[in-house]
């Protein structure tokens, strides 16, 4: 739960602000930011990499009050698309302290990218790099560019896979030398500046050994280039995925001790083979923003299914999270909109979607006496839940709403049917 979470006569208060009075208000599906636990956790990365740089991850949740907080707290973003380098720009985000991904960037993202001035562009296939010097010329710009490396290193949660082959779609490949090629390509554009490497190995990471031997692998790259071309990069992105606690039983490592682990393993890399330390960045997304959310539904139906478990229906579902039927996803829910006496009961939380794999908690403990009308509050879906919602079976997606001190604010709107019906070439206003 949020930092700020407390339970204030069996009702739960966020950013000191009463659920009830929050449903009331801007109604349900709701996904509620404790704007403290956020910018405390930004702090926190901002401070235990101070000698480096740390880039939110945008992907797990963007807006403009976002932005404005990363940029208030000191820290660099990552976009990934077009859109979300516009809504950075939009927000006034210094563009210098923006890095833009992507595996298929299109020449417009690019374009883009080079006459706001972005501070980085991380290069994944030799298209791109070619495309990318192509226009940089062409402009008369000259982009600091990073090589995004497949290091044959996999993380998930508790283990992590070090392979001699990297079968996926992101990066250029250390084994294969394409990596090394990539540099000998950026190194002869004059219209690109090589200034380090990039390598992200997963997401929802609690150990730091994958880290390690992904270092290793990128320090022995930054030697060949060394040695090839006697040029020495000053950068190195070690990528995001540091993982948050979803159940009671997660574990996840605190910013201070990724940091002092990132420093001895890239030094120690480095300095076996007599490179200097290069410039550390990290981009963590759901560290950042995924245990401060919420989402708050109001229970609808309650079916009991021949005495194997209940099922209680909300008001949203796969459409506000798709992390459950997407990928198994497992969360921490509650009743929390008044105390509860009653004993426990195997439920199963279920949105309102025509689709059986419409599960937003697979297993939980819910009272005997939940009831329609009562809220739901789902934990740590600040993450990757708007900002993977959709309009599956034309619903709207919900509101986002911001609490610090008492006070209550929106901050990106609830969608309308109207907004949907607007894009209808049939339909909608012209
Ligand atoms: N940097 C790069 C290059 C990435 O690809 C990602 C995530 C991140 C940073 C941030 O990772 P984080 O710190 O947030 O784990 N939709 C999935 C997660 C996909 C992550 C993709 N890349 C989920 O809901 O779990």
């Not at 208060?13 to 659920?19: I, K, L, M, T």
């Not at 208030?72 to 210098?96: I, K, N, Q, T, Y």
Request: proline letters at 3%.
């Amino acid at each position: 739960w949020p930092r700020t979470a407390r339970r204030v006569e069996g009702a739960l208060q966020v950013g000191g602000v009463d659920v009830r009075d929050l449903a009331r208000e801007f109604g349900t599906p709701l996904y509620v930011v404790d704007e403290e636990d956020v910018r405390q956790r930004a702090r926190e990365y901002a401070g235990a990499f101070a000698d480096g740089s740390v880039h939110y991850a945008g992907k797990a949740f963007l807006c403009g009050a976002l932005v404005r907080w990363l940029a208030e707290e000191g820290l660099g973003l990552d976009v990934c698309s077009g859109g979300e380098l516009a809504l950075a720009l939009a927000a006034d985000f210094p563009a210098e302290k923006i890095t833009l991904h992507g595996n298929n960037k299109s020449v417009d993202e690019l374009v883009m990218a080079l006459e706001a001035g972005v501070g980085h562009i991380v290069v994944d296939s030799f298209e791109e790099i070619a495309r990318l010097g192509y226009h940089a010329e062409r402009l008369g710009v000259r982009p600091k560019v990073m090589i995004r490396v497949t290091t044959g290193v996999e993380a998930h949660t508790h283990e992590f896979i070090a392979t001699a082959h990297d079968d996926q779609k992101f990066g250029l490949s250390r084994n294969s030398g394409a990596a090394l090629e990539a540099a000998r390509r950026v190194l002869a554009l004059p219209s690109l500046e090589l200034v380090g490497l990039h390598s992200h190995i997963g997401s929802q990471i609690f150990e730091t050994d994958g880290f390690e031997v992904a270092a290793h692998r990128v320090a022995e790259l930054l030697v060949a280039i060394r040695d090839e071309h006697g040029v020495v990069l000053p950068e190195l992105d070690l990528g995001g995925g540091f993982g948050i606690a979803y159940l009671a039983g997660d574990d996840p490592i605190d910013a201070k001790l990724i940091a002092d682990n990132m420093r001895r393993i890239v030094a120690k890399e480095c300095g076996s083979y007599g490179l200097p330390v290069p410039r550390l960045t990290v981009e963590p997304g759901r560290a950042i923003i995924g245990p401060g959310g919420v989402t708050l539904y109001e229970v609808g139906t309650i079916k009991d299914v021949e005495g194997i478990r209940t099922y209680v229906s909300v008001d949203g579902g796969m459409s506000d999270n798709l992390r459950t039927a997407l990928y198994g996803a497992e969360y921490t829910a509650g009743l929390v909109s008044r105390a509860s006496e009653a004993g426990p009961m195997l439920s199963r939380l279920v949105g309102k979607h025509c689709e059986s794999g419409d599960i937003v908690v697979r297993d939980l403990w819910l009272p005997e006496d939940i009831a329609p009308g009562d809220l739901v509050a789902v934990a740590a879906t600040g993450a990757y839940c708007r900002s993977m919602a959709s309009n599956y079976n034309y619903v709207t997606r919900p509101a986002v709403v911001a609490v610090r001190d008492g006070a209550a604010r929106v901050i990106v709107r609830r969608e309308t049917v109207d907004d949907l019906l607007r894009l209808d070439a049939e339909v909608g206003e012209s």
